[in-house]
């Protein structure tokens, strides 16, 4: 076993939910072999040709992280994962965090064709296929942003990949629409946290009142200028918003899930042209935070 690949423990946890071998155009090539070259890709941010040959062909690699982006099988596998350490009282929903981070995208990001991908074999498009490729121009050149909800053991439960000059605030709403951890017993998944914690760029009336209509208690700041124009409409300007300074020291629990998808290189730099692939990228760097328990 080399430097990075999945252990004898990871892999019992993630075989049972990856696709069939042997099915209808021949025979896969050994699944773990292969992911542990999508990890090894992920961990030195190396090119997809220069990938040691003890993970075989480059090219069986790159289609195969390429294919399960593209139709949601590392999606799927999230998931399961999450239902997993859910069952076996693993996931701290006391607290679970959302924050963004900035990724620079590398000069070979950009360059994408106009033209919209398929699903090899299939007429339709990736999942988290988007027109903008999600990639956009700020201050610091050519960037993409990871908006991601945190639960309290520093795991991502939801993330969504958007152009960097994006704001916080509007993405609040659907990361937390993309909670949903199964319970492996039958029911409804769980998609409601005990407790929200957030930094004041989250702080929106529209934020505040979708969470208070889904009964989610929240800990985020109110700017100074948001409580001064409240002040300013006097009773119009509704109650002052809550805030507890002890839950909200547990935001950095959120930070610290980032620097640990950030271990990974292709992660912390994007080298993706499309968005799809990218957010598969950082999927299965959640994923193997997972499989580290």
Same mark, same amino acid.
């Given at each position: 076993?080399?430097?990075?690949?999945?252990?004898?423990?990871?892999?019992?946890?993630?075989?049972?939910?990856?696709?069939?071998?042997?099915?209808?155009?021949?025979?896969?090539?050994?699944?773990?072999?292969?992911?542990?070259?999508?990890?090894?890709?992920?961990?030195?941010?190396?090119?997809?040709?220069? %990938?040691?040959?003890?993970?075989?062909?480059?090219?069986?690699?790159?289609?195969?992280?390429?294919?399960?982006?593209?139709?949601?099988?590392? $999606?799927?596998? %999230?998931?399961?994962?999450?239902?997993?350490?859910?069952?076996?009282?693993?996931?701290?929903?006391?607290?679970?965090?959302?924050?963004?981070?900035?990724?620079?995208?590398?000069?070979?990001?950009?360059?994408?064709?106009?033209?919209?991908?398929?699903?090899?074999?299939?007429?339709?498009?990736?999942?988290?296929?988007?027109?903008?490729?999600?990639?956009?121009?700020?201050?610091?050149?050519?960037?993409?942003?990871?908006?991601?909800?945190?639960?309290?053991? @520093?795991?991502?439960?939801?993330?969504?990949?958007?152009?960097?000059?994006?704001?916080?605030?509007?993405?609040?709403?659907?990361?937390?629409?993309?909670?949903?951890?199964?319970?492996?017993?039958?029911?409804?998944?769980?998609? @409601?946290? $005990?407790?929200?914690?957030?930094?004041?760029?989250?702080?929106?009336?529209?934020?505040?009142?979708?969470?208070?209509?889904?009964?989610?208690?929240?800990?985020?700041?109110?700017?100074?200028?948001?409580?001064?124009?409240? @002040?300013?409409?006097?009773?119009?300007?509704?109650?002052?918003?809550?805030?507890?300074?002890?839950?909200?020291? @547990?935001?950095?629990?959120?930070?610290?899930?980032?620097?640990?998808?950030?271990?990974?290189?292709?992660?912390?730099?994007?080298?993706?042209?499309?968005?799809?692939?990218?957010?598969?990228?950082?999927?299965?760097?959640?994923?193997? %935070?997972?499989?580290?328990?």
């Amino acid at each position: 076993m080399g430097r990075g690949d999945l252990t004898k423990a990871e892999w019992a946890r993630l075989k049972p939910y990856l696709p069939q071998s042997g099915q209808r155009g021949g025979r896969w090539a050994s699944h773990r072999k292969v992911i542990n070259g999508i990890l090894f890709r992920q961990r030195t941010g190396v090119p997809w040709r220069d %990938l040691p040959a003890r993970f075989g062909s480059w090219k069986t690699v790159y289609e195969r992280h390429r294919r399960w982006s593209a139709d949601g099988t590392w $999606d799927r596998i %999230l998931q399961a994962v999450q239902a997993d350490a859910d069952a076996e009282g693993r996931i701290d929903w006391s607290m679970v965090s959302v924050d963004s981070t900035s990724c620079r995208a590398h000069q070979h990001a950009a360059g994408a064709r106009r033209k919209a991908p398929r699903i090899p074999k299939k007429r339709s498009t990736p999942r988290q296929h988007r027109l903008d490729e999600g990639l956009g121009r700020s201050r610091g050149g050519l960037t993409c942003k990871i908006h991601l909800a945190g639960e309290g053991g @520093r795991r991502p439960l939801a993330l969504l990949i958007t152009p960097g000059q994006w704001g916080d605030a509007p993405q609040l709403i659907p990361v937390l629409e993309r909670v949903r951890v199964a319970r492996l017993g039958g029911g409804r998944p769980r998609t @409601r946290p $005990d407790h929200l914690g957030g930094d004041k760029a989250y702080s929106s009336r529209r934020n505040r009142r979708y969470l208070r209509r889904r009964q989610i208690k929240h800990t985020i700041p109110e700017p100074k200028d948001q409580r001064a124009t409240r @002040r300013r409409r006097g009773s119009k300007g509704g109650r002052p918003t809550g805030f507890d300074t002890t839950l909200y020291k @547990r935001r950095n629990e959120v930070e610290r899930t980032i620097n640990r998808l950030k271990n990974f290189r292709a992660v912390a730099t994007r080298y993706d042209k499309r968005a799809y692939v990218f957010h598969g990228t950082v999927t299965l760097a959640a994923i193997r %935070l997972w499989l580290r328990g």
